[in-house]
């Protein structure tokens, strides 16, 4: 299941619609399930990664799949109650917890480098403030702009043929 990986998480932010619908399913499913997916699924993998831009996105869906910052009738009657939402907040604990590890390992990596520099801590920022549509049509354009170009040059190369080979 793929909120068990946290590397996938960056396509939830992309797909709005899907995300929505799978917090509407962990409404419905059991504590067990939940369980299995958050604590024993996303949890022990999420010790493993140190990307903290990839932490990020995992915190914002997890921040969405709770339903934090929407009023209760903007959540259609899906709600995580009890248990289930425990859960939920257990593992964006531990979702911020390795994100403060990973910002930590990255100032002392960056701390012997800039001795004697003004210490300017960029931050990536939120994810949602790149928009990641923007960066997919970018990409997209690159794409079709190459593959444009290669079709002018397949078409080119053969009218200069005469006649079926």
């Given at each position: 299941?793929?909120?068990?990986?946290?590397?996938?998480?960056?396509?939830?932010?992309?797909?709005?619609q899907?995300?929505?619908?799978?917090?509407?399913?962990?409404?419905?499913?059991?504590?067990n399930?939940?369980?299995?997916?958050?604590?024993?699924?996303?949890?022990?993998n999420?010790?493993?990664?140190?990307?903290?831009?990839?932490?990020?996105?995992?915190?914002?869906?997890l921040d969405?799949m709770?339903?934090?910052?929407?009023?209760?009738?903007?959540?259609?009657?899906?709600?995580?109650k009890?248990?289930?939402?425990?859960?939920l907040?257990?593992?964006?604990?531990?979702?911020k917890?390795?994100l403060?590890?990973?910002?930590?390992?990255?100032?002392?990596?960056?701390?012997?480098?800039?001795?004697?520099?003004?210490?300017?801590?960029?931050?990536s920022g939120n994810?949602?403030d790149?928009?990641?549509?923007?960066?997919?049509?970018?990409?997209e354009?690159?794409?079709?702009?190459g593959?444009?170009s290669?079709v002018?040059?397949?078409?080119?190369?053969?009218?200069?043929?005469?006649?079926?080979?």
């Amino acid at each position: 299941h793929a909120l068990k990986k946290f590397s996938l998480y960056r396509a939830f932010l992309g797909l709005p619609q899907t995300m929505e619908e799978t917090r509407r399913f962990l409404t419905t499913i059991s504590t067990n399930k939940i369980t299995e997916l958050l604590q024993d699924g996303l949890c022990k993998n999420i010790t493993t990664c140190n990307n903290a831009q990839t932490l990020q996105w995992v915190e914002q869906v997890l921040d969405f799949m709770s339903g934090a910052g929407r009023f209760k009738k903007d959540l259609g009657g899906f709600e995580l109650k009890g248990t289930n939402k425990q859960k939920l907040k257990t593992a964006m604990n531990q979702v911020k917890k390795s994100l403060k590890a990973s910002a930590t390992a990255q100032q002392t990596k960056a701390q012997p480098s800039s001795v004697g520099a003004n210490n300017n801590n960029t931050s990536s920022g939120n994810f949602a403030d790149r928009d990641i549509r923007l960066v997919d049509r970018e990409r997209e354009a690159a794409r079709a702009s190459g593959m444009a170009s290669m079709v002018d040059q397949a078409l080119s190369s053969s009218s200069g043929r005469t006649g079926p080979r």
